[in-house]
């Protein structure tokens, strides 16, 4: 069973900084591909960044490309996402999400992963 539980929203600034955490009560994180998904008020669930079953292999979303780093501490089951230069345009829920298969060729789109959080909230003041 895998129960994911996201942390660490709040409200900044603009060019402000904020950690997510992501708690695995489950198996562990290590063996699986982990993503970042984002959802700003009436716009569609987007990709954020991810990282594969090898934590050398990670991607991210061009608007975040430079200033956000997904990382995983496997022994303390915890996925992060380090998010620095933060924007108003980044303010949304923030969702982490699980993929049993190790898709990594699929990290890209929602359907390809298992099991998610409930979200985080994120907001940026301009």
């Known amino acids: 069973q895998v129960q994911l539980v996201e942390s660490g929203g709040g409200l900044v600034q603009a060019g402000g900084s904020l950690r997510l955490s992501c708690a695995n009560s489950?198996?562990?994180?290590?063996?699986?591909?982990m993503g970042w998904f984002r959802q700003a008020p009436g716009k569609e669930r987007e990709f954020v960044a991810a990282?594969?079953?090898?934590?050398?292999?990670?991607d991210y979303a061009d608007s975040v490309k430079g200033r956000f780093t997904i990382s995983r501490d496997g022994a303390e089951n915890v996925l992060t996402l380090q998010m620095n230069s933060l924007k108003p345009d980044d303010t949304a829920i923030y969702y982490c999400?699980?993929?049993?298969?190790?898709?990594?060729?699929?990290?890209?789109?929602?359907?390809?992963?298992?099991?998610w959080g409930q979200g985080t909230q994120v907001t940026v003041s301009s």
């Open positions: 999400a699980a993929d049993l298969g190790n898709n990594w060729f699929l990290h890209r789109k929602q359907t390809v992963y298992d099991y």
């Open positions: 489950g198996r562990t994180f290590s063996i699986y591909t």
């Open positions: 990282i594969g079953r090898s934590d050398s292999t990670t």
